[in-house]
T-cell receptor, first 115, second 117 residues
């Protein structure tokens, strides 16, 4: 089946530094990828929609300058959390929909801890 | 605006019993899709079942079935013969529109299902 590979699985960084999270579609082309954030015991909240070759679309309330999204190829989308702070600590997970399937495939998620 | 509501924060069920997880939705788009995902403690999102708004029959996938009541805007997940491995968070989700790869999905608040041995 279609696989989205997400790295890293977990990362601990110091406050003020930037962290990059990668999502790769391994056996299909993803012109669009979705980035979600999930706080403990809460639901997945859509942050932004990443579009290959164009600017990402951010959901209301999400700071585009803080959460930089790059979708430079049909198989790779990256999310960079810039100047991370402890309140950015969360579970970040990406998703894409392989063609001709109903289900959306998710990466395994990245647990970010900012200390 | 689309909205997904799951009113059961948590449920406990005895092993081998059937369980129904509730989901209601709200949308003005006549074309939409409904999904159920399972999220174990590892965090991965596992796709369980899909129902299209124009589908005439309720979707079924093994032990999972979706009780789709369009007029009531509900899409409940039924798990038959529950197993210990079914213990997880379950999310209902919806996509508006005909469903291109660019169509986003939004999630309900989730239900934590715990199966008792």
């Amino acid at each position: 089946g279609a696989v989205v590979s997400q790295h890293p699985s977990w990362v601990i960084c110091k406050s003020g530094t930037s962290v990059k999270i990668e999502c790769r579609s391994l056996d299909f082309q993803a012109t669009t990828m979705f980035w979600y954030r999930q706080f403990p015991k809460q639901s997945l909240m859509l942050m932004a929609t990443s579009n290959e070759g164009s600017k990402a679309t951010y959901e209301q309330g999400v700071e585009k300058d803080k959460f930089l999204i790059n979708h430079a190829s049909l198989t790779l989308s990256t999310l960079t959390v810039t100047s991370a702070h402890p309140e950015d600590s969360s579970f970040y997970i990406c998703s894409a929909r392989p063609g001709r399937t109903y289900g959306y495939t998710f990466g395994s998620g990245t647990r970010l801890t900012v200390v | 605006a689309q909205k997904i509501t799951q009113t059961q924060p948590g449920m406990f069920v005895q092993e081998k019993e059937a369980v129904t997880l509730d989901c209601t939705y709200d949308t003005s788009d006549p074309s939409y899709g409904l999904f159920w995902y399972k999220q174990p403690s590892s965090g991965e999102m596992i796709f369980l079942i899909y129902q299209g708004s124009y589908d005439q029959q309720n979707a079924t996938e093994g032990r999972y079935s979706l009780n789709f009541q369009k007029a009531r805007k509900s899409a409940n997940l039924v798990i038959s013969a529950s197993q210990l491995g079914d213990s997880a968070m379950y999310f209902c989700a919806m996509r508006e529109g005909r469903g291109s790869s660019a169509s986003k999905i939004i999630f309900g608040s989730g239900t934590r299902l715990s199966i008792r041995p």
